[in-house]
């Protein structure tokens, strides 16, 4: 089969790159996505190529790979959101970059809002593309009870709560009259500087640390907060920059934006007045200074992010170098 540059023969590809023609075998590609009008592909010595081809032809030979290859990682560059259809805040991980050049697999580590809603399609989606085999929640008792997650086949939950009481549930929201932008910044010192959050993220990082194969999901509600900041100490810890870190956290922004809409919609419906109704909207929301703020507690208190991590989450260097090893290409 041949699609632009790219020809797929008997249990090999072959294309040209840098003024020369390269053959590799379908055993030493690891994964392939696209970019622009380009196929990427990565093989297991390291080594990464880019073939341009029109769109419509890069998305052909995409799927045509994946059928050839079962096992390729197949997805697109730079943490994007997955294709389901029941849930807008499901994100892979995959493919971003570390600042020593190294890359996060994809297929491995995916943050998400709850699963209460999730149609049997997506689940299927996750369980067969994904493989997924762990879910951890982040939520309380209480959260759970409300909106329980739906249980897939095959896939182990861990509860595993971050903070003692929810933060977002409605009607504290309606009541709340304080300053939200104030309430925020406080959540966050809490989730990085609070003994519970300290305990609770170190041993999320090392279920991380343990899990050999196959995705594992984590999330809270709406999947901003708390499941936020666990993915900023995560990417932080493989070697992600701040300026990463900060736009992957701001996708939230996107993808909740209907939710958020329709939540607000409700809430000025049900006649909540307004200074508790701007109060909602900034909770609901994200701002890159909420997770700026973490950091800087962090650094304020700790000196050194190494240290927060070994002081607080209680992991080592080892540990660090493990997650490294286990989630980096």
Not at 79 to 93: A, I, Q, W, Y
Not at 189 to 217: M, N, T
Not at 273 to 288: D, S, Y
């Amino acid at each position: 089969m041949d699609f632009g540059g790219l020809h797929l023969e008997d249990r090999r590809i072959r294309f040209a790159a840098d003024g020369k023609e390269h053959f590799i075998t379908y055993k030493e590609l690891v994964w392939a996505y696209l970019e622009d009008n380009k196929i990427v592909i990565h093989t297991q010595q390291k080594d990464q190529y880019s073939i341009e081809m029109d769109g419509e032809e890069a998305e052909k030979c995409l799927k045509a790979l994946k059928r050839e290859i079962p096992e390729l990682i197949a997805g697109h560059q730079k943490g994007g959101k997955l294709p389901l259809n029941s849930l807008d805040n499901v994100r892979d991980l995959g493919s971003i970059q570390t600042k020593d050049g190294r890359c996060i697999l994809p297929g491995r580590l995916l943050r998400s809002g709850d699963l209460y809603h999730i149609s049997y399609d997506d689940q299927n989606y996750l369980c067969r593309e994904y493989k997924l085999k762990t879910v951890v929640d982040f939520r309380t008792e209480e959260e759970w009870e409300e909106r329980p997650d739906a249980l897939l086949n095959g896939v182990d939950y861990i509860e595993h709560p971050i903070l003692e009481k929810s933060f977002a549930a409605m009607e504290p929201l309606v009541r709340f009259s304080g300053d939200g932008e104030a309430r925020m910044l406080q959540l966050y010192e809490d989730l990085v500087l609070s003994q519970r959050a300290q305990s609770a993220y170190g041993s999320f990082l090392r279920i991380l640390k343990h899990h050999a194969e196959g995705a594992v999901l984590w999330h809270g509600n709406e999947g901003k907060d708390r499941t936020g900041v666990g993915t900023a100490l995560l990417l932080r810890i493989l070697g992600v920059s701040q300026t990463e870190i900060l736009a992957e956290y701001m996708q939230t922004k996107d993808y909740l934006q209907k939710d958020t809409e329709f939540m607000l919609l409700m809430l000025e419906n049900r006649g909540v007045p307004r200074r508790a109704l701007k109060n909602a909207e900034i909770m609901l929301g994200v701002k890159e200074i909420y997770l700026q703020r973490a950091f800087d507690k962090i650094a304020e208190k700790y000196g050194t992010f190494d240290k927060y991590v070994k002081k607080a989450l209680g992991l080592t260097p080892f540990d660090m170098n493990f997650l490294k090893d286990r989630y980096l290409f």
